[in-house]
């Protein structure tokens, strides 16, 4: 549980928030590392970001309360990931690049746990539109389970590719202990208001030896550290904990995992989108279906320089 120290309503836009400890180490001192807005939606709020003085972990605080949470994740937040709503002439493109991230996120975990075989048990946590999932059934043959919270996602899922998945979260959702082999959270945890309490869930329905992924934004990279409270991973406030391998390291093994293995990337391109914000950008989902052609014109010059850009950690642990 994290510690709520107050609740309040912020002055400038009315939000409930609250103030918490530590959400690692429970430490009730930290510093101010930056202030920002909303840029995806372009919502009234400005939102810090703080270092724990004891543990180093970052994390928003003070942070919008569990229900004021919601008014950030709106339909849109779904729609824009649903490639079927992009225009039909990007959209061979768009498949292309996600097929690409799925097949990465693939290699990454086959070099330490080895082949993904067909009856291998899979649940990915925050499965979204499913992509990882239907990557892995193509390709591996592997038929997963995806688990996320939206109903227009879930729906979209269960109806359109046809794919198995459970509505809800870890906390509601009712899995039989030590039934996965594999568990994976892509861009999810970062979402989670207590993430001490998520790992220990995936603890619960990991099988010993079974193995959990995370992709997260890499906050101690190039990127994050000079762009600051323009850098479009930053995503504050539906981003609500940064992790580092070191931060990582420590939850992951008060929770019942070992850390085996931390990589650093990013994604042709990427850099483009934290460009449109340093060029003025303030609303993306707005102007959502120009998004790719504006970080395309923005990020090419940098594509020869992307290994210095890192935007993610894929870390790897084992169920111990
Ligand atoms: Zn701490």
């Known amino acids: 549980m994290v510690e709520i120290i107050r609740s ?25 590392i930056l202030k920002a807005r909303d840029l995806l939606f372009g919502r009234p709020g400005e939102y810090r970001l703080a270092q724990c003085l004891s543990c180093n972990l970052k994390y928003v605080n003070p942070r919008p309360t569990r229900q004021a949470l919601n008014r950030h994740y709106p339909d849109r937040y779904y729609e824009i990931s649903i490639q079927d709503n992009a225009p039909s002439f990007i959209q061979p493109f768009i498949r292309a690049f996600s097929d690409g991230i799925s097949k990465r996120r693939v290699a990454y975990l086959e070099r330490v746990i080895g082949r993904i075989a067909p009856e291998t048990e899979v649940l990915d946590v925050g499965c ?51 039934r996965f082999d594999l568990v ?19 603890r ?3 099988r010993m030896n079974g193995h959990l992924a995370l992709e997260l934004p890499d906050s101690l990279g190039l990127p994050a550290r000079i762009l600051r409270s323009l ?8 981003h609500l904990v940064f992790f580092t391998p070191d931060t990582l390291r420590r939850i992951l093994d008060e929770c019942g995992f070992e850390l085996l ?16 914000q340093v060029f003025g950008q303030r609303h993306w989902a707005k102007n959502w279906r120009w998004v790719p052609v504006l970080s395309t014109l923005l990020g090419a ?7 210095a850009l ?6 790897i642990a084992r169920a111990k």
Not at 8 to 32: K, M, N, V, W, Y
Not at 261 to 276: A, E, Q
Not at 310 to 315: D, K, L, M, V
């Open 8 to 32: 309040f309503r912020a002055l400038e836009h009315g939000e409930q928030q609250e103030e918490i400890a530590c959400p690692l180490c429970g430490s009730t001192s930290d510093r101010l």
């Open 128 to 178: 979204g539109t499913n992509l990882l999932l239907s990557y892995i059934k193509r390709a591996r043959g592997c038929q997963g389970l995806g688990l996320d919270f939206n109903r227009m996602v879930v729906q979209y899922v269960r109806d359109q590719l046809k794919m198995p998945i459970v509505h809800g979260t870890l906390q509601t959702a009712d899995f039989q202990a030590a």
């Open 184 to 202: 994976t959270m892509m861009e999810y945890l970062e979402h989670e208001a207590d993430p001490r309490a998520v790992l220990q869930k995936a």
């Open 204 to 206: 619960l329905i990991t």
């Open 231 to 238: 850098w479009w991973n930053l995503d504050l406030p539906r």
């Open 261 to 276: 293995t931390v990589k650093r990337f990013t994604l042709p391109l990427y850099i483009g989108l934290s460009l449109g």
């Open 301 to 307: 010059p940098f594509l020869p320089f992307q290994i």
């Open 310 to 315: 890192p935007e993610f950690i894929f870390a």
